[in-house]
């Protein structure tokens, strides 16, 4: 019986584990940092090993104990990083991590994460949203709306930005470090914190750059429960150095950030339903339990009761 459930729910987690621009690699021993106790999103630990991801030199999946984190125990270098995104982007494709836009903005639009409050000039910090498709699109829909008369949108990402679609939109490309404090309005980090090896700062970083009530979409992976269960589930190490879920955002938000939290619930299902109508299917009736769990009053505080989601999604906003 339970292997039957087992085999049920393995082939249904299969449209959760699809990545077609992970690169498979090995890292080799010269690639890696030296493992650290320190967890790399709280800066404090202590961490546990939880599953192993590559053999030889070994890395594993760490859990922290104290912001629930788990992250890679051995992080890739820097050098090794930038040698691999420049393969990952060879191709010269559209870089984005989602590339239906009318189908995230209005995702944007149901979770609360869009800057209604803002009038006049709105701030968009696209953070690893690859050519900066996605920030463009949301700015120039808030426009059509009559939401805001201008957008400026900040690319924080490898790429040359696109080419805005009208001269109400204006675009800039930065580091995370060269953008001015208390300056954004909305944030979408949109499938990149789990590539950060120093997510730490980077976190710093975001909240930093937030004006009292704007809001940060993010977006990553929630695999470890789905990989602890099925072990040739892939957590596309090297590509992903993180596994973030409901419990290290709950923590996150309430260590005193002067950010609270929004919403927490599972992340959007990649594939759209027209063009990949089984694949949808499966990957949203795997995340429906979880969905149902943090919509009911009584059971929202208790921790995830189905965990086979593989990816979480939450709106943050800045206090005001
Ligand atoms: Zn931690």
Redesign the pocket.
Known sequence: MFSAFRALVASASRPLNVDEGHLRVHVEESQLEAASAA?P?????PRQARVKVQDGPEVWFAA?G????CSASRMPTEAFLESYYRDYFADGGVRVSFQQYERFYRRMQRVGALPYHVVGECRILDFGGGDGRMALHIAQRLIDEGVIERACVTLVDFSAPAEPASEQVGVVKAQLEEVGGASQDMVVASGVLEHIPDLHDALRQVVRVMRPGARMYARAPYAMPMKRVFSDYDLQFPMHVHDLGPGFWRKWCDEDRGVRLRLSQPSIVKYPFAAMPLHALAAGLMKLPAHVQVRLPLLRELPLLWRFVGGWEVVVERDQ
């Open positions: 967890c999103v709280c800066g404090l630990g922290c104290h912001c629930s984190a």
